[in-house]
C-alpha cells in the first residue's frame, strides 16, 4: 500500500531534517524538501518500493529515464538535481537501515550517471511530448511577456 501524502510529507520533512548539515546557499530547505518529496512520491508510486529505498538502480532509472521524460521543468533547474540526490541519500538510506557501503556506492552511481542525465535534460528528444509542450509553452508565454514588457517601455517614450 503506497503511503498516504500526509506520511510521505512525514517522511520528506524527516529526511530535509537529518540532511540539515549540508545545506547552504544552494541546498536549502526548500530545493531538498522538494527533492525529497520528488524522489519519495517516485520510489512509493512510480516504482512501487518504500519511499526511502533509495537504490542505485532506482536512482539511475529517476535520472535516466524519468526525470528527462517526465519533469517539465528547464533543463537549469534540474542541472541541480544530482547534488541535491547526493545530500539527500546518506538519510534515505540511513532510514531504510542500510550500511555505509550501500551509501558510497549510490553516491558513485550518483557521479557515473550525472553526465548523461545533464545531457538529456538539454534534449528535446529525450523529452514525452507533454513535456515538450508545456516547456515550449513556458518559453512562448516569458518571450511574450519580454515582447510585451519591450512594446511597454516603447510606448511610454
Same mark, same amino acid.
Given at each position: 500500500?503506497?503511503?498516504?501524502?500526509?506520511?510521505?510529507? =512525514?517522511?520528506?520533512?524527516?529526511?530535509?531534517?537529518?540532511?540539515?548539515?549540508?545545506?547552504?546557499?544552494?541546498?536549502?530547505?526548500? &530545493?531538498?524538501?522538494?527533492?525529497?518529496?520528488?524522489?519519495?512520491?517516485?520510489?512509493? &508510486?512510480?516504482?512501487?518500493? %518504500?519511499?526511502?529505498?533509495?537504490?542505485?538502480?532506482?536512482?539511475?532509472?529517476?535520472?535516466?529515464?524519468?526525470?528527462?521524460?517526465?519533469?517539465?521543468?528547464?533543463?537549469?533547474?534540474?542541472?541541480?538535481?544530482?547534488?541535491?540526490?547526493?545530500?539527500?541519500?546518506?538519510?534515505?538510506?540511513?532510514?531504510?537501515?542500510?550500511?555505509?557501503?550501500?551509501? %558510497?556506492?549510490?553516491?558513485?552511481?550518483?557521479?557515473?550517471?550525472?553526465?548523461?542525465?545533464?545531457?538529456?535534460?538539454?534534449?528535446?528528444?529525450?523529452? =514525452?511530448?507533454?513535456?515538450?509542450?508545456?516547456? &515550449?509553452?513556458?518559453?512562448?508565454?516569458? =518571450?511574450?511577456?519580454? &515582447?510585451?514588457?519591450?512594446?511597454?517601455?516603447?510606448?511610454?517614450?
Amino acid at each position: 500500500v503506497a503511503p498516504t501524502d500526509d506520511e510521505l510529507a =512525514e517522511i520528506v520533512g524527516s529526511l530535509v531534517e537529518d540532511s540539515s548539515d549540508v545545506f547552504d546557499d544552494e541546498l536549502t530547505p526548500d &530545493r531538498l524538501r522538494d527533492t525529497a518529496g520528488l524522489v519519495t512520491r517516485f520510489m512509493s &508510486r512510480d516504482m512501487g518500493r %518504500a519511499p526511502v529505498a533509495w537504490s542505485p538502480a532506482a536512482l539511475e532509472i529517476l535520472l535516466l529515464d524519468y526525470v528527462p521524460r517526465k519533469i517539465a521543468v528547464p533543463a537549469e533547474a534540474l542541472a541541480a538535481l544530482p547534488g541535491e540526490l547526493r545530500a539527500l541519500v546518506p538519510a534515505a538510506q540511513r532510514a531504510a537501515g542500510w550500511e555505509d557501503r550501500q551509501v %558510497a556506492f549510490t553516491l558513485e552511481t550518483i557521479d557515473r550517471v550525472e553526465p548523461e542525465f545533464l545531457e538529456l535534460i538539454a534534449s528535446p528528444d529525450a523529452w =514525452e511530448p507533454q513535456k515538450q509542450f508545456v516547456l &515550449r509553452a513556458e518559453r512562448v508565454r516569458a =518571450e511574450g511577456s519580454i &515582447r510585451s514588457a519591450a512594446a511597454d517601455g516603447a510606448a511610454a517614450d
